[in-house]
């Protein structure tokens, strides 16, 4: 997941949150580009026209840029986190003994 995002959800065999992450990522580098292309639009009209409103357009697209920015790192912990705990739980199982029809913990823990 940190080389490929969406990987480890796949190599856990969660393979419904690999489409998730994808459609995340590209939402928000969608977004990210959008606010990038505005606030590089606004500043050139402002450099041509000298209008103090094009540069308030161009201050907020630029805030919303940085802002998308900091949600696809957000994203990209999330997904690293997501698959480590996946990893580390991927043995993990809850079943009933068979003499006692009691739950049964079943974890391996490895040194």
Not at 43 to 66: H, I, M, V
Not at 82 to 105: C, H, R
Request: proline fraction near 5%; avoid cysteine.
């Amino acid at each position: 997941s940190a080389v490929l995002p969406g990987w480890g959800q796949i190599y856990t065999k969660s393979y419904w949150k690999a489409p998730v992450v994808w459609g995340a990522a590209a939402w928000l580098i969608y977004n990210w580009s959008y606010n990038n292309r505005q606030y590089k639009d606004y500043l050139n009209t402002f450099g041509q026209s000298g209008n103090p409103t094009d540069l308030k357009f161009a201050k907020f697209y630029q805030d919303q840029r940085d802002l998308f920015a900091i949600y696809m790192g957000m994203t990209y912990i999330l997904n690293l986190v997501d698959a480590y705990i996946d990893a580390q739980l991927f043995d993990f199982s809850v079943s009933n003994d068979p003499g006692t029809n009691t739950p049964m913990l079943n974890m391996r823990i490895n040194f």
